[in-house]
């Protein structure tokens, strides 16, 4: 059975960092892409970062340019978030995902 479980998300003050950790089990993804969304009340999901199996050339959706980074270590079949300066605009729940795979979530709060 394959999972994703998502870690890391917690209520900070606008500026700080966090990180966000996403863990598969079940079955590697070293292959694929993976990625990251996040849902904000009342809204779809939006594609936040994408990163491919080479680990190059990752996609980050605009308003996180220069403040996230998206990472991998295929070994520990693990993905990873680094949020730096965030705003209260970041609050949402931030989900990964795999091919057809999702995890269940992990918040991220963002005072002001």
């Known amino acids: 059975q394959v999972q994703l479980v998502e870690s890391g998300g917690r209520l900070v003050q606008s500026g700080g960092s966090l990180r966000l950790s996403c863990t598969a089990s079940?079955?590697?993804?070293?292959?694929?892409?993976m990625k990251w969304f996040r849902q904000f009340p009342g809204k779809e999901r939006e594609l936040v970062a994408a990163?491919?199996?080479?680990?190059?050339?990752?996609y980050y959706v605009d308003s996180v340019k220069g403040r996230f980074t998206i990472s991998r270590d295929d070994a520990k079949n693990t993905m990873y978030l680094q949020m730096n300066n965030l705003k209260p605009e970041d609050t949402a729940v931030y989900y990964c995902?795999?091919?057809?795979?999702w995890g269940q979530g992990t918040q991220v709060t963002v005072s002001a």
């Open positions: 995902n795999v091919l057809s795979n």
């Open positions: 079940g079955r590697t993804f070293s292959g694929y892409t």
């Open positions: 990163i491919p199996s080479s680990g190059h050339n990752a």
